[in-house]
Every structure is written in structure tokens, then in C-alpha cells.
């Protein structure tokens, strides 16, 4: 869709300008650097949705402790709970636990550090 953009018309109130290369090489450019950029953002929601695949699979657990039939019966709260601490704050936790220590890991799930 960017690359496209470059072969509309400028405006006649804009003073023409000299492209630094022929439009359908700055389309080619265009697209490569799109494309570039998508793949990171794809690559890193695979990297986020695998951490909180995670988090999702103590659904199961929680539903059969409880007793619950269906994940609409879990609270939200609780629901919450389990995405933010297992799918958001485990991965920092692990990182700390390699670095540091046990000792670290702990201090990120208490909001000691």
C-alpha cells in the first residue's frame, strides 16, 4: 500500500522536486522496508503470544480446582491475575532468575524490585 503512494500525484501548488531514483525503484524500496518492519512486528507477537500461551494453559488447572465447567465462569479478576503475573511478568522474572539469582525472581513477583 505505501509503495503505491509513490506514483500519485504530488499537487500542482508543490514545487516539483527531482526524485532521487526512478518511482519504480523507490516503490521496490518502499515495499522492502514494509515488508522489513511487519516481519519484526509478527516475529515479536509470536515471541509475546508464545509467553502467554503460557499463562493461558493454568486456565485449566484453575477450572478443575474450582470446579468450573466452562472459562466463563472464572472470575475476571482472577482471569487478570493469571495473564498478568504468568504472561507478562514471568518472562522478566526468568531473565532476572538467569542473571542474578533466585532471590531476584522472587523480588519482581513481590514488586520488591
Do not use: C
Not at 26 to 35: D, R, S
Not at 44 to 54: A, M, T, V, Y
Request: proline content about 6%; charged content about 5%.
Amino acid at each position: 500500500m505505501a509503495a503505491i503512494y509513490v506514483f500519485l500525484p504530488q499537487g500542482a501548488f508543490l514545487p516539483t522536486q527531482t526524485l532521487p531514483a526512478s518511482k519504480p525503484i523507490l516503490a521496490l524500496a518502499n515495499a522492502a522496508i514494509m515488508l522489513i518492519l511487519y516481519g519484526v512486528w509478527v516475529f515479536l507477537g509470536l515471541k509475546l503470544s508464545s509467553k502467554l500461551d503460557f499463562a493461558l494453559g493454568y486456565f485449566t488447572s484453575v477450572m478443575i480446582l474450582f470446579g468450573l465447567n466452562t472459562i466463563q465462569e472464572i472470575p475476571f479478576a482472577l482471569i487478570s491475575e493469571i495473564v498478568l503475573f504468568n504472561g507478562v511478568i514471568s518472562p522478566f522474572a526468568a531473565y532476572y532468575f538467569r542473571k542474578f539469582s533466585p532471590l531476584a525472581a522472587v523480588g519482581i513477583h513481590s514488586g520488591l524490585i
